[in-house]
């Protein structure tokens, strides 16, 4: 796991809110891209989503009309 994480900096924070972690490596770039990935995927299900209320109501549509 050491070969993934370079650094590891931990932040004061005012008050009694918890301390700040903040890390750097190869493992940041992971975790940054596997938020990127959820994201797009989130993106691709709404997108397919809308897509197939577009037909249904299209489909609907031709159907009330013929």
Known sequence: M???I????????PGHQPATLE??????SILA???AA???EKLLDAYA???KRC???TS???FLAA
């Open 49 to 51: 989503e809308e897509r």
């Open 2 to 4: 050491r070969q993934f």
């Open 33 to 35: 891209a596997m938020e």
């Open 55 to 57: 037909f249904q109501a």
């Open 23 to 28: 890390v750097h490596g190869r493992i940041a």
């Open 6 to 13: 370079q650094k590891v900096v931990i932040g004061k924070a």
């Open 38 to 40: 959820t994201l797009m």
């Open 60 to 62: 609907l549509s031709s």
